[in-house]
């Protein structure tokens, strides 16, 4: 069956840099688009980022734009997630998920908790 | 962007009745392949979000024919047909139109 478990989160200063790693299996990775998706404490979820099923499409969400990068290794199943000048409101768990053929994500990890504190 | 707003933000149910959720986003989510690109996640307490309806109206596998989605263009339905007990926990829509894919605030169930 299909697993997603993503791991690199940790304490880290703001204005520091942070690499998520997703790892997933149970399915033909290189066919499909990667996502990423965070829910800051006791608040909602918000899409981050995805990156097409060959690598070579990215789109990201505005307040992370030239922060964040986003990259794949088909060979591996990895996606990772590559945050750089971290502030205090990119805090949160961080959730790697599989694209659905059909529209959204049907496939989610556990999570992975990014706290940026001074 | 577009913008996502859910009613009701909280919704108390009695085991056995049903229950409905509204979704309605700031611009059409119908794509010219005729489809209409929303989606519904349950976030059961302490969680990873899962994947309930696709395009609508299109149960994910494994999902219980008691919930089903309705709607097109800007306007949209979750309904549950009798609530059970391991329905609660935050339901979210989610446009997937256009990047960035944006949430609504979602909507808590919980069992009176």
């Known amino acids: 069956q299909v697993h997603v478990v993503e791991s690199g989160g940790g304490v880290v200063q703001p204005g520091r840099s942070l690499r998520l790693s997703c790892v997933a299996s149970?399915?033909?990775?290189?066919?499909?688009?990667m996502h990423w998706v965070r829910q800051a404490p006791g608040k909602g979820l918000e899409w981050v980022a995805v990156?097409?099923?060959?690598?070579?499409?990215?789109k990201f969400v505005d307040s992370v734009d030239g922060r964040f990068t986003i990259s794949r290794d088909n060979s591996k199943n990895i996606v990772y997630l590559h945050m750089n000048s971290l502030r205090v409101e990119d805090t949160g768990l961080y959730y790697c998920?599989?694209?659905?053929?059909?529209?959204?994500?049907?496939?989610w990890g556990q999570g992975t908790l990014v706290t940026v504190s001074s | 962007d577009i913008v996502m707003t859910q009613s009701p933000l909280s919704l108390p149910v009695t085991p056995g009745e049903p229950a409905s959720i509204s979704c309605r986003s700031s611009?059409?989510?119908?794509?010219?392949?005729?489809?209409?690109?929303l989606t519904w996640y349950l976030q059961k307490p302490g969680k990873s979000p899962q994947l309930l309806i696709y395009?609508?109206?299109t149960r994910a596998s494994g999902v219980p024919d008691r919930f089903s989605g309705s709607g097109s263009g800007t306007v949209f339905t979750l309904k549950i047909s009798r609530v059970e007990a391991e329905d609660v926990g935050v339901y979210y829509c989610?446009?997937?139109?256009?990047?960035?894919?944006?949430f609504g605030l979602g909507t808590k169930l919980e069992i009176k």
């Open positions: 149970g399915f033909d990775f290189r066919n499909y688009g």
């Open positions: 990156i097409s099923s060959d690598g070579n499409k990215k």
């Open positions: 989610m446009e997937g139109l256009q990047t960035p894919y944006t």
């Open positions: 395009l609508a109206s």
């Open positions: 998920a599989k694209g659905n053929r059909g529209s959204g994500f049907d496939y």
């Open positions: 611009q059409s989510l119908l794509h010219s392949d005729g489809k209409d690109y």
